[in-house]
């Protein structure tokens, strides 16, 4: 039977899923897997599947505003276009940036990178990519001669080891992981490389707790083993690589026993050893790397000891063996190719004069950028010093993303021109934007993306433009041409741009991989029915696999090895600061919320900002699991829930990176992170800061629930956090200051209220309880006191149209009559199914996915879920038992 709907890509993680979409004229959504699609055959994750919560226009930006004012498109247009070209004119090339993402389309992409490096004449453009695998892109172009990810998607199900270095493939790449466990039923086999014991950790059959920043040395460690053992393939070497004795007489400088590797990593020397057997006996190895690899002031280093694992075993260009980079966004791949990294000036041209004329010919533009633009860090410093005058940030919000967030908003705050393309109006990095340009979002752009494995994908537009919101390529255009260059930029739709782009990888192409001259003749139709494809392309058809004949893109064809040498931490631990906070992503989240809060179900797994620490580094520190807690490192403080852990390594805490000022103003990871950055990637080491925890003893907390979220209480310094709920937004409040402050927060979010109001006041007991309801409705609730109920009947109370008597008369009790109420986490977040039932179920005799799934309905969905319940269900067996499996 055909599929319905519209065929689109995933807007979130780089596994590019392909998804179909059925609209409605009320802008409503159905959201299904497109079972065509190779990258996901049929899967999809919680989060994809939530993407129809997600289409409607609360909080959307719809007219282009210059300082408060809406404004009309041309005004717009022609102030942007004007106050760049003035800049230009008066301060050179250099002193203008974009600051772009890797949610943009690729032919938004290429419009962009056009124009910076094409007409303006600087390479100061960067992509938010920088801060998830530059450091990959680096080490690929070294090792291969330009920046090619070598395997695919199908290499991780041939594979009968999968390596998992830094990377929580069971939160982060759900869909990959799927056909991971897929390929686990056969007998693959998973280990992982990771400080913390994740999800993908847990189910893992050797997991290496290794030290923070120790990488190099445990994968150096694994090549002299593998050396040792007579594993190096010396022929394939000796015909397809270059460096291997460099790197042998580096190796030779350290102690490569297991028993020093073990000690200096921090492992067991058993369970290194299993590894080290386990590789060098498996030759079908993909070894994946993720942020927990590259997000490091060494994280070249890390992916080039990984590759140089991989070419001295000749692993790489065959089935079910390759060093694996998987890319955190929809487009990340994208942005590489066309040229969105500072760092690479056009469709995988690199910095060259021949390259820079190359291009410049192609686009016959006035001028072209000669010379590497700034990094992300460095154009953000470059603008909080003054160099940079005029920024244009489209689709990202690095207020939140980047490190050392406070100097962020200072560079911004100080910036004389910020330009903010984006399809929320309030976001963290839109408070300081001078002129606002309203842009498309998904579900309404129309373009390609390229997933990690290479393959360009369509998405595709399901709703019709809300408001004057634009296409960004088109924003650009506009601009472009404003400041008067028309013809290059007179492009009419998304298609052709692409032929454009395409037709730019071929020209003059004398060895470049990324060559597209296959779809250079595309019509409109054929770019419409685009179906996905993988680059290179020979003959019309995709190559799945690069280097199969061990011949590289450098200039003798060979790889290169290159000796890394293990360097520790950039900052280490010290008396101040002695744990190492390393941030990350959680399952049910993406980026910094805009997209992923407006599902209420996606919060509802874990619904607060929180670090996790070991029970032997919160008890000296007087840390109690739930309660808030102070993180500080020397570049600001954090305050989140304890999450009390023996899955995080002792020494080491864990803070995940989504929270905004929107949702917990104090739960901003990256106001502590460190600003230290790999040296030639530019990549921010986010997996290292040195950091400190102690209690926040708070002497009171509230909560208020209201149908509306309330802003930012500036003005008094408590600790506060919103929850969004299916029909209302939890707000909890905590604060240090005496029972004016309560007060005063009542007041401010109480200001305006109207309607029927039941109240209840201790005054002794510091308590006060209102329930505010409306024409029948409930509007609003407040609680303060020392002893507060759980939230969720209250909350739940707000999806009744009119309060019932019942429900009226407990409102102030704050608990269902009647009845045990279950307040344990939801596991699974498509179903809505609780840690509390899913228990339940096991222990009437569940004792399998199929039978929890059977009973309860978690993870029969989208799976994302499962090693939970798998980590659920093994927790229940008896210790032989579990052995056994
Ligand atoms: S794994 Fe999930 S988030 Fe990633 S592309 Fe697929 S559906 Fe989207």
């Known amino acids: 039977m055909a599929e319905a709907g519209v065929r689109t890509t995933c807007p979130y993680c780089g596994v590019g899923c392909g998804l179909r979409g059925e609209a409605t004229a009320d802008r409503s959504l159905r959201i299904t897997p497109d079972h065509q699609h190779p990258a996901n055959q049929g899967r999809i994750c919680s989060k994809g599947a939530a993407l129809g919560e997600t289409t409607g226009l609360e909080g959307r930006l719809l007219h282009p505003a210059i300082g408060d004012r809406a404004v009309s498109w041309r005004r717009a247009i022609d102030h942007v276009a004007r106050r760049f070209k003035r800049t230009i004119d008066k301060h050179g090339p250099d002193s203008v940036a974009f600051y772009v ?19 303006i004449g600087s390479g100061n453009i960067d992509t938010n990519s920088r801060l998830c695998m530059a450091s990959a892109v680096a080490a690929h172009t070294q090792a291969f001669g330009g920046d090619y990810v070598p395997g695919c998607y199908e290499d991780i199900d041939l594979a009968d080891l999968v390596v998992m270095s830094g990377h929580n493939a069971a939160w982060t790449h759900p869909v990959l992981y799927r056909r991971m466990e897929a390929a686990r039923a056969r007998g693959q086999r998973h280990v992982v490389i990771d400080p913390r014991r994740t999800e993908t950790a847990d189910a893992a059959d050797i997991h290496l707790p290794l030290a923070p920043q120790t990488d190099v040395r445990l994968w150096n460690g694994l090549l002299a083993d593998l050396i040792r053992r007579g594993a190096a393939d010396r022929i394939w ?57 590259n997000q490091s002031a060494q994280g070249v280093a890390k992916g080039l000891a990984i590759l140089n ?47 820079s004329d190359r291009v410049k010919r192609f ?28 920024v244009w940030i489209m689709a990202t919000n690095p207020v939140v993303s980047l490190p050392n967030a406070t100097r962020v908003r200072e560079a911004l705050r100080r910036c004389p021109l910020v330009v903010v393309s984006d399809c929320m109006a309030e976001t963290d990095t839109t408070a300081f934007a001078h002129v606002k340009l309203p842009a498309l979002a998904w579900g309404e752009k129309d373009g390609t993306v390229t997933n990690s494995e290479r393959r360009i994908s369509r998405q595709r537009a399901l709703f019709p433009a809300p408001g004057l919101a634009r296409a960004d390529w088109k924003i650009i255009a506009d601009v472009a041409q404003a400041m008067g260059h028309i013809d290059a930029f007179a492009w009419r739709n998304a298609a052709d741009i692409f032929r454009e782009y395409a037709r730019l990888t071929a020209y003059e192409n004398t060895g470049r991989l990324l060559d597209l001259s296959s779809l250079i003749g595309l019509t409109d139709a ?41 360097k520790g931490p950039a900052d280490p631990v010290n008396l101040r600061y002695p744990l190492s906070l390393n941030t990350g992503r959680i399952r049910d989240q993406w980026h910094t919320m805009t997209r992923t809060a407006l599902a209420p179900g996606l919060s509802r797994h874990i619904p607060e900002p929180y670090v996790e620490i070991h029970p032997l580094d919160a008890a000296p520190a007087g840390i109690v699991d739930g309660r808030l807690t102070c993180v500080e490192t020397s570049r600001g403080e954090a305050v989140v829930v304890a999450r009390v852990s023996d899955r995080q390594r002792r020494g080491s805490i864990f803070m995940p990176m989504h929270w905004t000022d929107a ?51 500036a003005d008094i310094p408590v600790i506060w956090r919103r929850i969004p709920q299916a029909s209302a937004h939890l707000h909890e409040f905590a604060g240090r200051g005496s029972a004016g402050e309560r007060e005063q927060l009542a007041r401010i979010v109480l200001k305006g209220a109207s ?55 407990f409102l102030l009790h704050g608990r269902a009559p009647g009845g045990r109420l279950d307040t344990s986490p939801i596991v699974c977040a498509c179903a809505c199914v609780t840690t509390q039932a899913i228990l339940a179920a096991i222990g009437s005799g569940a004792r399998t996915l199929d039978a929890v799934g059977d009973a309860t309905r978690a993870g029969v969905t989208c799976g994302s879920c499962r090693p939970a319940l798998q980590q659920m269900i093994n927790a229940t067996q008896p210790e032989e038992k579990r052995d056994a499996a």
Not at 101 to 119: H, I, R, V
């Open 101 to 119: 993402s890797g949610q943009l389309l690729t032919e938004d992409y290429y419009a962009a990178n056009k124009l910076m490096k094409g007409f």
């Open 237 to 293: 070497i000796a015909d397809h690589v270059a460096g291997f004795d460099t790197v042998l007489a580096s190796l030779a400088a350290a102690d490569q026993s297991h028993s020093a590797i073990a000690a200096d990593c921090g492992v067991d020397e058993d369970l290194l050893r299993r590894f080290y057997t386990l590789f060098a006996e498996t030759p079908r190895t993909v070894s994946l790397f993720s942020m927990g690899a």
């Open 309 to 355: 694992a991989h070419l001295a075993t000749g692993r790489i260009g065959k089935p079910g063996a390759c060093p694996f980079s998987i890319t955190g966004q929809p487009n990340a791949m994208g942005g590489r190719e066309v040229g969105g990294l500072a760092s690479t000036l056009a469709a995988h041209m690199g910095f060259t004069d021949e390259n």
């Open 363 to 390: 686009w016959s533009s006035p001028t072209i950028a000669r010379n590497p633009g700034l990094k992300a860090v460095d154009m953000f410093e470059a603008i909080h010093d003054g160099r940079i005058k005029a």
């Open 526 to 566: 054929g770019y419409e029915t685009l179906e996905p494809t993988q680059w290179p392309m020979r003959a019309g058809r995709g190559v799945a696999r690069l280097f199969a004949d061990g011949r590289f893109s450098t200039p003798d064809g060979r790889a290169r090895m290159i000796a890394v040498e293990p």
């Open 663 to 713: 949702f917990a103003p104090s739960g901003r990871a990256n106001t502590t992170t460190s600003g230290a950055v790999d040296p030639i990637s530019g990549q921010p080491e986010f997996k290292h800061t040195p950091a400190r925890v102690y209690g926040y003893r708070e002497t009171w907390a509230g909560f208020y629930i209201s149908r509306a979220p309330v802003s930012t209480p």
């Open 755 to 809: 309607g029927e109001c039941l109240r209840f006041e201790d005054a002794a007991a510091q308590s006060r309880r209102e329930a505010w309801i409306v024409d029948g409705r409930l509007e609003r609730i407040f609680f303060t006191g020392a002893r507060l109920p759980p939230r969720e009947w209250l909350v739940a109370a707000f999806q009744e149209e009119t309060v019932s008597d019942e429900t009226r008369r």
